[in-house]
């Protein structure tokens, strides 16, 4: 039987070090694919290692009440990618912060994306040339509900930003990759 | 809709080398044997320092108790008990009045430090052992 993240992190700190090697293989996926939309994929491989790192040197200041492991490895991998861009002097995270007023919109989801457009989205290439094309926080909202199956309140406590908000990304976000492959 | 898009999203996902974990694991335990190292050689260095500080802490509170008398005092406990059972009260403070009490705290301080160096010493090498 598959063991949760907090038993796998409680038997870790009881001293099986085997555990933390399955939350290794169960999650570097996930950072590997996220690192490789935000910092490109020549320095994943580094950056995963470095996210790891430090959750393992943190390990024992998780805690289960304010996040899941999930959201908290994805926080350390978002600030570990913040530090990496800005040392080389790539566009920050933040950059695109101030692009907070509330978008209303009446469209509904099922018209935002057509079943043409859906069609067109089925060319791996084109939905990843596309991805890269989206501002980066619009990007992550669609990269972390749709890949990484996480729901909007984990991506907001991430993102640091309301419900609201990260529901406004997603829309633009998707109207955006509507507009860019029609 | 929203199906579709989490099956293309997830079909699009960049996949890293299968060795990745592996590499992680690999740098998880080399910071962790540089970590022990460095605790080692920083407990070993803080038992060897509380080691002669506690010699040196120990030799100044035998001198400072002998000039203040604390032995004689002391001694008189084991020859003259009638005495002693008579002026306790006096016996009592004389006894207190001639103590050391800088230099024991100091030595008590120390002792415990060398104690607790002593101690995960010995733990980071057990660890060492476990782990070969």
Not at chain 1, 24 to 41: L, M
Not at chain 1, 134 to 155: A, C, G, K, S, W
Not at chain 2, 14 to 34: H, M
Not at chain 2, 108 to 126: A, P
């Amino acid at each position: 039987m598959d063991k949760n993240d907090k038993e796998l992190i409680k038997e870790y700190l009881e001293g099986n070090d085997d555990s933390f090697k399955s939350l290794v293989n169960k999650y570097n996926s996930s950072i590997y694919n996220y690192s490789v939309r935000f910092a490109g994929i020549d320095n994943s491989k580094d950056i995963v290692q470095d996210v790891f790192l430090k959750a393992w040197r943190n390990i024992k200041k998780f805690d289960d009440t304010k996040a899941s492991f999930k959201t908290w490895l994805f926080i350390i991998t978002r600030n570990t990618i913040t530090d990496y861009l800005r040392k080389k002097k790539m566009i920050s995270f933040s950059s695109l912060d101030k692009d907070e007023e509330s978008f209303e919109s009446n469209i509904l989801d099922e018209v935002i994306l057509p079943d043409e457009a859906l069609i067109k989205l089925e060319d791996k290439e084109l939905l990843n040339n596309t991805l890269d094309k989206i501002p980066q926080n619009y990007r992550e909202v669609l990269v972390l509900y749709y890949q990484e199956d996480m729901t909007f309140n984990e991506i907001g406590q991430l993102l640091e930003k309301p419900l609201n908000t990260v529901k406004s990304y997603h829309r633009r976000a998707l109207i955006m990759l509507r507009e860019m492959i029609s | 809709m929203e199906q579709k898009l989490q099956k293309l999203f997830k079909e699009a996902s960049y996949q890293p080398e299968s060795r990745l974990s592996g590499d992680v694991w690999s740098s998880i335990e080399y910071k962790s044997a540089q970590i022990t190292k460095w605790k080692k050689f920083g407990y070993l260095c803080l038992s060897i320092l509380s080691l002669f500080g506690s010699v040196f802490s120990i030799k100044s509170l035998i001198e400072q108790a002998m000039r203040l008398g604390f032995f004689n005092y002391f001694s008189l406990a084991f020859s003259d008990s009638g005495a002693i059972a008579t002026y306790w009260k006096e016996y009592t403070l004389s006894l207190a009045d001639s103590l050391p009490v800088v230099s024991l705290a100091l030595s008590f301080f120390l002792l415990f430090i060398l104690f607790i160096s002593i101690r995960n010493t010995s733990y980071q090498f057990k660890n060492k052992l476990l782990a070969s």
